[in-house]
């Protein structure tokens, strides 16, 4: 079994940033794909991001040229630097990492664009 733990949600301004963190634990083979997911209210889950075992990464148009992911394998943890923040970007944020045998999901996370 895999457990993710995701961190670094919260409220913030519009124009603001925050810095999400999803670590890795359990019985870890190998990690490849590593993604962020967001699921606004009323809405369907959609990709934010993602990045594979070898770094190469795909965004959603949405957050293009504002978040970034980034992975260190060594510690099994994918990260998601999100700037210049929209009210539009307000949801709960999760990590999905694969490994060979299946997909694991976090907890979620909330993060808040509001004044």
């Known amino acids: 079994q895999v457990q993710l733990v995701e961190s670094g949600g919260g409220l913030v301004q519009p124009g603001g940033s925050l810095r999400l963190s999803c670590a890795a634990s359990?019985?870890?083979?190998?990690?490849?794909?590593m993604a962020w997911y967001r699921q606004a209210p009323g809405k369907q889950r959609e990709l934010v991001a993602g990045i594979s075992r070898g770094g190469i990464t795909n965004y959603a148009d949405s957050v293009k040229g504002r978040f970034t992911i980034s992975r260190d394998n060594a510690k099994n943890t994918v990260y998601l630097q999100m700037n210049s923040l929209q009210r539009e970007d307000t949801a709960v944020y999760s990590c999905?990492?694969?490994?060979?045998?299946?997909?694991?999901w976090g907890q979620g996370t909330q993060v808040t664009v509001s004044s």
């Open positions: 359990g019985s870890i083979a190998t990690i490849y794909g």
């Open positions: 999905n990492v694969g490994t060979s045998s299946r997909f694991y």
